[in-house]
């Protein structure tokens, strides 16, 4: 069966630290995709990182990096230099890769890990 | 691009009434449309999966005739919550899959909030 885990259920740090969210899953799909997504109070869920599974490569976008560890299950995520406006709900998500129309490739959601930035 | 709207954003209802719900993708097709419910402080729920076309496929547990789906076009799914009680008062979003963008890529509507008085 699929699973993810977000271990830590609310973080709190103060602005301009750096944060580290973790996610690990289960899967015995051997081609599958990672996300992350966040979600502000408002509501609507933003779309960061889509990973795949043969891709180890970390990954880096502006404060934003993304360690993917095949070997220890995770696909961890940093913030670096956190600003108030990253506080939100983030969700790290599971899905098996979309072969057609065979499945259709839905997401398991880890429980989320608030993050809340203080200024 | 990959932009998805839902309507209404916010509905209050008496118990009893239906309540249809919208999730559209405004800048490309959605082959595969997915409906979740998120409780507060939980995390989401899928409900249902819809292609284009063809009937939803439900989670266990998720009652058929109590929620209604249609996607009838590459552009359109419509959730209608049938004799609503305050129970089902929720977060409801849906999220759309397709062939302009990644086919492997959820994108989520912003949502809709409703309170069945």
């Known amino acids: 069966a699929q699973k993810v885990t977000q271990a830590q259920t609310e973080i709190s740090v103060v602005e301009k630290e750096d944060v580290t969210l973790d996610c690990v899953y289960e899967?015995?799909?051997?081609?599958?995709?990672l996300f992350w997504y966040k979600q502000p109070p408002s509501g609507e869920l933003v779309f960061l990182i889509r990973?795949?599974?043969?891709?180890?490569q970390n990954e880096i976008s502006g404060r934003y990096s993304w360690n993917f560890q095949k070997s220890t299950s995770s696909f961890n995520f940093t913030i670096t230099a956190s600003q108030v406006v990253d506080s939100a709900v983030y969700f790290c998500?599971?899905?098996?890769?979309?072969?057609?129309?065979?499945?259709?490739?839905?997401?398991?959601f880890g429980q989320g890990t608030t993050l809340q930035v203080k200024p | 691009g990959a932009v998805v709207s839902q309507h209404p954003s916010r509905v209050i209802c008496k118990s009893g009434t239906s309540v249809k719900i919208e999730c559209r993708s405004l800048?490309?097709?959605?082959?595969?449309m997915f409906w979740y419910r998120q409780f507060p402080k939980q995390s989401l729920m899928l409900m249902a999966t819809?292609?284009?076309?063809?009937?939803?496929?439900?989670e266990q547990g998720v009652e058929k005739d109590k929620f209604l789906i249609n996607h009838a076009s590459l552009t359109l799914s419509t959730l209608t919550v049938t004799s609503a009680h305050p129970e089902d008062s929720s977060f409801y979003i849906c999220?759309?899959?397709?062939?302009?963008?990644?086919?492997?890529?959820?994108?989520f509507g912003p949502g809709t909030r409703l309170t069945v008085l």
């Open positions: 999220s759309a899959k397709g062939r302009q963008y990644s086919t492997d890529t959820q994108y």
């Open positions: 899967t015995r799909d051997t081609t599958y995709y």
């Open positions: 990973r795949n599974s043969f891709d180890e």
């Open positions: 998500a599971l899905s098996e890769a979309f072969k057609g129309s065979s499945n259709t490739g839905k997401l398991i």
């Open positions: 800048d490309f097709q959605a082959t595969t």
């Open positions: 819809s292609n284009e076309g063809s009937k939803a496929t439900y």
